[in-house]
Structure formats: structure tokens, C-alpha cells
């Protein structure tokens, strides 16, 4: 077996196609759309290039096939806000063999050493952790649009390795075809009739308006996040690009207090649940396969991106009004009958108890490890700082 950097057309689309091989036997996995995986690497379509850089590699067998891949990045304006310099590795695909897979992370390890790094976390993305974040240990059912799916054999090859839990991501599902809790629905009521709060949901016609409160909503209640790096416009409008065909303009909501943005949710259908016809082809054919598939509604969950409220209007009901006015969408779209609520990480105990208030189940849980280079320094555990559960009293302080 023997590594090689992926950088020739046809070493990309192996690493597109490995695998192929490891899921040949798994109806759960949902392969995403090349596109997306090739945009991950493309200096002219990731901004994080702008600050920072990547590598991909490919595991070759003795025939010179391809049996498994990874990646590594540097994020710099994230890189040193650690204990140590800590890099990121992630796209990793590996067949069921311990000697491979420890190629394969040695290569990630080696590449970002070479440049500084003395840990590195994984498996992450390249980019914002909406997308491709986490790994699956718990709950291995056919995966939400951007979400982590990989074999349950992984995570005895990361931990074997010496990757440590840096912090657990919980997802939950709602049954929309059940009542929420009564008591619930009464907070929500009240806050929806609040003098001076509004809600109004999403739309084309004023995206521009809405990108400037997102960014607003989200630079205020983000800051006491581990490492936060302030939102740009030109993501958010790139985002929402890509979303555009899929996305609903009554499914993502924002909140107001007089004119003041404080709060937003934002969900997507499931568009997954057309993708997995299409192994990771838009071609024209699958274009207009798509345009069937969404007019037949096969679309019938939603996923929770994002959700959050500005410290000054936390735990104050707001996401409660939020939920008053979807609930009337949501009625109107029989089809839809369940969201996902989509990842909460253990540092969060406001947004996980929020997920308990409106009687949402377990669905899956992804784990971002941390490997530390420096063996002595591994027996240090590190986890991710905890958000304060009331940072108004941060904001004020």
C-alpha cells in the first residue's frame, strides 16, 4: 500500500469514487454531489483558501487501486487559538483494514506537522461545520443533506489511532405528526403576542435585508463559541445560492424585537432524499429528474441548519414565538412529517434543552476528535469549552 497526493483529473475522480467501494453494500449511504466535495478543494470557490490551505490524499493498494482517502487543511484564523496549533483532517474513506486507515492518518499528520501543526482534529470540513462534520458512532440511518455517514468501523480506527473526543454532536428528531408538549405551545403563544416582537419568515425578494440581520443575529450570539470567527455576507449569499432550489422561503424564520434583529431559524427540506437516486451526479438528466422528484414531494423531512438567539433576548421565549408561527406553515405542508434537529454539541446546554421542550427523540451522535502529535501532551485530555448557559450576564459584564 502506498499513498499519493491527489493533484491529476484522474487521481480527483478517484477520490470521488472510492467510495463506491466501501458503501457497495450499504442502502443507508447517500453519496454527495461531486460538485460539492470538488468545491471543498477549489481555491476560486472556498473562501477559506483566502486563509488557509488543504491537501487531499489517495491509499492505494498493491494493484494500484484506490481503497481509501483523506484530506488535511489548515484554517489560520483558527489554527492558534488553541493550547496548540491544531490543523484539520477530514473526507475520510477506508476500507475495513487498521494498517490503511493508519496510512492514511499518518499522511494527514505528517502534511500538517510539516507546516506547524501540532494537532489535528477530525473529521471536519474545510469550511463551516454545517456540512461534513463529525463522525457517525450512533444512529446509522439514511443521513440528512450534509451530514456525516461512514461505516460503524471507523471509530475503532480513529480511537485505535489515538484520537480523543473533543466534543460529542447530538442530533434529535421531531416528529411533526405528534402535539407538542401543551405547556409548550402556552410560552409560545404568550410570546407571540408580545408587544414589540414580530416574526417574518424568509424571502428572495429582501434576501440582501435578511443576509445583514443573519449576520447581526449571528456575530452577537456566536462570540462566546470557542474560536468564533465572524460571518461574511459573501458565504451567507453563497450559501443560500446553492440552496436555492430546494430551500423554502416559509421554512426559515427570523425574530424582532421593534426593528432590532434578534433571532432566526433555519431549515432546509431534506434534499437528500432525492440526491440518493442520483450517485452524485447533477447532469441534465438529473436535473429534470429533480424537478419531478420535488413536484412529487418525496421531500419529507426538514433539517434544522441553525438556530440561534442574541444574549440581550435569550431565555426569553423566542424560540418558542419562532415555533408558534411555523407551526401555521408547517400545517399548510402536510407532506412535511418530520425535522431533524441538527447538530447540537455537548458545549450547548441551552440549545439540548431546547430539543428536550419540544419532545424531540434521539437520532444519531457524531464525535469531532482531537489527536494530539506530541504523546506526552496526549495524555492531557482536552475538550471544548462549554457555552455559559446565560450569556446575558457575559454581554453585560
Sequence with gaps: MYTVEVKSDKEKRQF?????????????????????????????????????????FLLMNDDNKPIGRVAAFINEKKAYG?????????????????????????????????????AMDGPINFGENDNFWGLLVEGFTQPAFGMQYNPP?????????????????????????????ERFWKIAGWVGRKPGYHFRHFTWQESEKFIQDFIEIYNDAWQFHENFTPMKADTLRKSLKEAKDFMDEELIWFAYYEDTPIGFFVQFPDVNQILKHFHG????????????????????????VIMGI????????????????????????????????????????????????????????HIT???????????????????????????NS
Design 16 to 56: 470521488l469514487d472510492v467510495v463506491d467501494e466501501i458503501y457497495k453494500n450499504d442502502d443507508a449511504y447517500v453519496r454527495p454531489l461531486d460538485i460539492m466535495i470538488e468545491e471543498v478543494f477549489d481555491p476560486e470557490a472556498n473562501d477559506f483558501f483566502q486563509h488557509g490551505n488543504a491537501v487531499r
Design 82 to 118: 488553541f493550547q496548540q496549533p491544531t490543523g484539520g483532517m477530514g473526507f475520510f474513506e477506508c476500507i475495513n483494514d487498521k494498517d490503511a486507515a493508519f496510512m492514511l492518518f499518518d499522511a494527514a499528520k505528517n502534511w500538517l506537522s510539516e507546516r506547524g501543526m501540532e
Design 153 to 181: 468501523y471507523y471509530k475503532d480506527f480513529f480511537e485505535a489511532y489515538g484520537f480523543e473526543n473533543y466534543f460529542e454532536q447530538v442530533t434529535n428528531h421531531l416528529d411533526l405528526q405528534k402535539p407538542f408538549p
Design 281 to 304: 451526479k447533477m447532469n441534465f438528466v438529473n436535473k429534470l429528474r429533480f424537478v419531478y422528484l420535488k413536484w412529487r414531494k418525496v421531500m419529507t423531512r426538514t433539517r434544522v
Design 310 to 365: 442574541r444574549p440581550r433576548w435569550q431565555r426569553n421565549g423566542i424560540e418558542s414565538g419562532i415555533f408558534w408561527h411555523l407551526r401555521k406553515v408547517v400545517s399548510k405542508k402536510p407532506w412535511i412529517k418530520e425535522m431533524e434537529l441538527s447538530w447540537v454539541g455537548d458545549f450547548n446546554p441551552k440549545m439540548r434543552a431546547l430539543h428536550d421542550s419540544v419532545g424531540a427523540v434521539f437520532g444519531k451522535k
Design 369 to 395: 476528535y482531537r489527536y494530539l502529535f506530541d504523546e506526552e501532551k496526549r495524555r492531557e485530555k482536552q475538550r471544548a469549552s462549554a457555552i455559559p448557559l446565560d450569556t446575558r450576564e457575559q454581554v
